[in-house]
């Protein structure tokens, strides 16, 4: 017997290899004997059955048989498929591809071929990562038994060990680090649990870089680390590692999995679309029975920690490595694939629920989007917020809405109709795979937020918030995946569905606040604004009570996130006399500051200005009224004065002035035009850098108003104690960011 917690698992051959951590710090590795299985369908019976007279296909097949499973989720029966179990988990696409060169377009319907072999081991055992857990060793089958529950709040974990990696090529300053430049010294930073602090240790020899890589070796067995973390792992840092071992002719090896030492992928990455927006993803170095974090390259870290991601994996069955660099969607995705799993429905290699036909009149009425009543721009006092509570994940769950249950085939007099949707209903007979995927994501959001707000201890705040947050990430991306042309599980139809009554709800709303008395200066999807004017006394009462009656006419919770002493919604930069629904600030009754859209609040902005920026904004929060903004002018100027002096005397350090930009093409694709941003790719070129679309270019503003010149702007790669950043274009974004915030209280710089 073994006792302690899932902490890593991959396939090896015919094996499942795992990690556990015992409570005494002591990490055991565990073999299972089971392999991935694909399967394949057809309405040709004998085609499915020649799949198994090919030498290609069963070289690759350790057993198959025919078995009933459910096909998609609109099926009302099983049907027959060709299950065929792998000799080796990572052959999984390369069977497949090979049965699919045996027949005609559309004639073999796959499943269960993109699924992690991991994952797949975690949804058919029914167990999760960092699970605590007794394991029967004495067969080749393990055998889990639980002492642990995935919808526990207070699970124990035990103490992990971790260190942050950090690689020092030997370049000159202002030069782009290669593959090919030998290793300066490397920087161990241990963190040491016991007395909360971290140990720095520097490997640095003189004579060769095999003793650099050797001593990395020995120092990564010495610490024995659970997590190994990266600032740029995938791109560089272990890319560049295992070049420098090629290049001595080494193998490098800081795997737990001691015959198998690092390799890379041939591919840097991918670019994907996402959101309106490009993004790029390096290509992942896994570790074995370690857990490598890029924190360049891992969301749920930026968002919410280490204690984030523990929450994530566990709920999502996937492995720490796997959930760290998931997109939000893929999190969503597994944690359909295992309620799919659990009901025996396949999961599909390629989408199978395609859109129900509709004519030009109906797809104008049906694809709307979310509603949203555009502010009036301007200022106002005593203003007043309502956000419904995860609101588009609790209609989904609450309304039933799912691929199979909107316009199902077993309810066509279903009396659950969707508003405004002629012909548009709702099953009457079974709950949908998105409502039963959600209900653990919403539960256990709501019970880490009252368990946060309930302790004083602020460790466990800490580890609530956390953990909330990580789950109202996927939540949030809960809606958009419904409508996901890549989602396995997606119907655009339910997604239409979710935004009719959304917008029946938001109108709900609005007229119970009209009929309290409240005018409204804006609403967008789940949120609005309201106000009323000279009404000075039992202002908050009467905001609860409005926020009573909306809960109990619409069926859905809000929260009165406050009332502003003043808020500002702002114009567009293009046309001053439209409103931006994200494009906002204001300060509430407690001095809490809220801000959209701006500069403080954008990701580009260099840190010099945003936080410029903030310290205005915190004097104005100490305002309570729109006439105490404008007493307050000369204080303004005095600040923005003092930030003119510190860029005009050059006392503004570079890495202040960093703009960053999100490419969204490769750079040679690019047109040929004198731009900043070109400019600065360019010259990245040049210095052999070329970026990928996606990826970030971070540059400084050198000389902006030399038209002709290519040394307009330089990247950041290349500054160097000589560069010198553009007096005169920071000066005027100064004044520009300064007038985003007054411009709207009638002032100006």
Sequence with gaps: M??????????????????????????????????????????????????????????????????????????????????????????????????????????????????????????????????????????????????????????????????????????????????????????????????????????????????????????????????ILTDDGDSFTFPYLIERANCNGIELNLNREKTIPLTRSEREGTSYFSYGKIFFKPSTIKLLGRIHIDTDNSFVIAESGLLGLYELSRICRMPLHTASRASIGK?????????????????????????????????????????????????????????????????????????????????????????????????????????????????????????????????????????????????????????????????????????????????????????????ILHAIVDSIWIYKEKEKDKYESNCLKLKDAIEQETGFEISLEGVFKWIAFLPSKSNDMAGVPNRYFGVYEDGTLKIRGIEARRHDTPSFLSNYQQIILNIMAEANSVRDIRRILPMIKDVFQMHIRQLKERKVPLDELIFTKRISKNSNEYENRNTIENNALSRLCEEGKSLKAGQILKYIITDYYRRNSKKRSLPVELVNSQTSYDVKRYCELLAEVTNTIIEPFGLII
């Excluded at 073994?2 to 005494?24: E, H, N, S, V």
């Design 2 to 227: 073994t006792l302690g917690w899932i902490f890593d698992a991959y396939p090896l051959g015919d094996k499942m290899i795992f990690w556990i951590k015992q409570k005494d710090g002591k990490m055991t590795r565990l073999e299972d004997k089971w392999t991935q299985s694909i399967y394949v369908a057809s309405d040709d019976k004998p085609l499915l059955k020649s799949i198994l007279n090919k030498d290609k296909i069963l070289f690759l097949v350790e057993d198959f048989e025919f078995i009933s499973k459910n096909e998609k989720l609109t099926d009302d029966y099983p049907s027959q498929v060709l299950q065929l179990k792998l000799k080796d988990s990572s052959k999984a696409l390369t069977l497949a591809l090979e049965v699919e060169k045996m027949s005609g377009f559309g004639q073999l319907r796959f499943y269960n071929v993109d699924v992690p072999p991991a994952q797949s081991y975690f949804y058919e055992h029914d167990i999760f990562p960092l699970a605590y857990c007794q394991i029967d060793t004495s067969n080749l089958k393990l055998k889990w038994n639980f002492k642990d529950n995935v919808w526990s709040t207070d699970y124990e974990l035990p103490n992990f060990k971790r260190i942050h990696l950090r690689v020092f090529p030997r370049i000159t300053t202002g030069k782009i680090p290669k593959l090919s430049d030998n290793i300066d010294y490397i920087e161990i930073e241990k963190y040491c649990k016991n007395n909360n602090s971290n140990e720095s240790i520097e490997i640095v020899e003189d004579n060769s870089e095999v003793d650099i890589l050797d001593q990395l070796a020995k120092e990564v067995t010495d610490i024995d680390p659970d997590f």
């Design 331 to 519: 999190c969503m995705s597994s944690l359909q694939f295992y309620h799919a799993t659990k009901n025996d429905t396949l999961i599909p290699w390629k989408p199978t629920l395609s859109e129900h036909p509709k004519n030009l009149e109906q797809l104008l009425i049906a694809d709307r989007g979310g509603m949203i009543y555009e502010p009036i721009i301007g200022t106002y006092e005593k203003v007043v917020e309502l956000d419904f509570i995860s609101l588009y994940p609790s209609i989904m769950r609450k309304m039933n809405i799912s691929a199979e249950t909107i316009l199902c085939n077993c309810c066509l007099n279903s009396k659950l109709k969707v508003p405004q949707l002629v012909n548009y209903y709702r099953c009457e007979k079974r709950k949908g795979l998105v409502p039963i995927s959600l209900e653990i994501l919403l539960t256990k959001r709501k019970w880490y937020k009252e368990l946060r707000n309930s302790v004083t201890d602020s460790k466990l705040r800490e580890i609530y918030d956390s953990r909330q947050n990580a789950l109202k990430w996927i939540l949030v991306t809960s809606f958009g995946y419904l409508g996901f042309n890549n989602a396995k599980f997606g119907r655009i139809d339910a997604h239409i569905a979710v935004c009719a009554f959304d917008r029946q709800i938001l109108l709900q709303a609005i007229r119970i606040a009209e009929r309290h008395g409240f005018g």
